[in-house]
């Protein structure tokens, strides 16, 4: 039984009187000495018979792959969900900035409107209080100080249009940034909604592989190798290992010693023959070794 070759899990040697089987799901091919093989499509025997322990374990560790690494892509994409998500931020910022800049314009141009207001009332007060003065000479300070207020005043009006003139650029810049933005949104929420998509597949498929796991565990015979298995599951990956031809652990890559060799040749030949089987470790990192 080599499993480092192309894996047949369908077929499998029999023995049976005299007569050499090779049995699958579909066909069962018969010959005898000296006659070419013949196949007997008719004929459907039960696979599980002729799966070694080994191959049940392996076949669970594939589902528990699958399972292991869908539960690390649902850990890792919701992280990356929201990094694509905060690529947004600068171009939000952006549209934040050019929009306080505007701000910044209008709440400027209320101040001095504000101001050129207060003045014209200091102004009225001034001309009515001026038409009950007295002297020539009261009248003209008066006077002056209108003339100095309307002077401010008229520097206000200048900064009010000086302003003014800053708000379409202003609005302009609003505009790009907001484009941008949008732009950059679309994309963003093209890739989002791709990550929707795999997360709500990985979710799927793992409930699929767990259900799956279920049923190859059962196909287990052995408990002695379901738990040497699970003991080993959280801690070596895979826990599964050939041994290779020169007698190393293919998952640590450490020498055995001829003991251990030994003891996997005969579980392949008590598998080959469908007797049972025992657990034989690596000495080094413990994984379940087969030939
Ligand atoms: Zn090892």
């Not at 196909?219 to 801690?235: G, H, I, Q």
């Not at 890559?253 to 003891?263: K, M, T, W």
Request: hydrophobic share 40%; with cysteine; glycine share 4%.
């Amino acid at each position: 039984m080599s499993r480092s070759g192309v894996r047949v899990p369908y077929l499998a040697p029999v023995k049976m009187a005299g007569v050499d089987q090779w049995l699958d799901q579909q066909i069962v091919i018969l010959w005898v000495a000296g006659s070419s093989p013949v196949s007997c499509p008719s004929l459907k025997l039960e696979r599980t018979k002729t799966v070694s322990v080994i191959d049940a374990l392996l076949d669970l560790q594939d589902v528990d792959g699958r399972v292991m690494e869908f539960e690390k892509e649902l850990k890792h994409l919701p992280a990356r969900k929201a990094h694509e998500m905060a690529g947004l931020n600068g171009a939000s910022a952006e549209v934040k900035a050019a929009e306080a800049v505007l701000e910044q314009y209008e709440d400027r141009i209320k101040a001095y409107e504000a101001e050129a207001e207060e003045l014209r009332k200091k102004k009225d007060e001034l001309k009515r209080a001026q038409l009950s003065l007295k002297t020539n000479k009261e009248y003209q300070q008066f006077s002056i100080q209108i003339d100095q207020i309307d002077h401010e005043i008229d520097t206000l009006e200048n900064n009010i249009l000086a302003t003014t003139d800053r708000l379409p650029s202003a609005n302009e810049a609003i505009a790009k940034a907001k484009a941008e933005y949008d732009a950059q949104k679309s994309v963003v929420d093209a890739h989002v909604a791709e990550f929707d998509e795999r997360i709500a597949y990985v979710e799927s498929e793992l409930a699929v592989a767990k259900a799956e796991r279920g049923e190859k565990e059962k196909l287990v015979s052995d408990p002695s190798f379901l738990l040497a298995y699970e003991r080993l599951r959280t801690r070596r990956w895979p826990v599964v290992s050939p041994l290779t031809d020169e007698g190393v652990c293919d998952g640590c890559n450490l020498q055995q010693p001829p003991s251990v060799a030994q003891l996997v040749k005969i579980n392949a030949k008590n598998a080959a023959e469908g007797k049972p089987m025992r657990v034989v470790a690596c000495n080094v990192c413990g994984r379940i070794l087969y030939a």
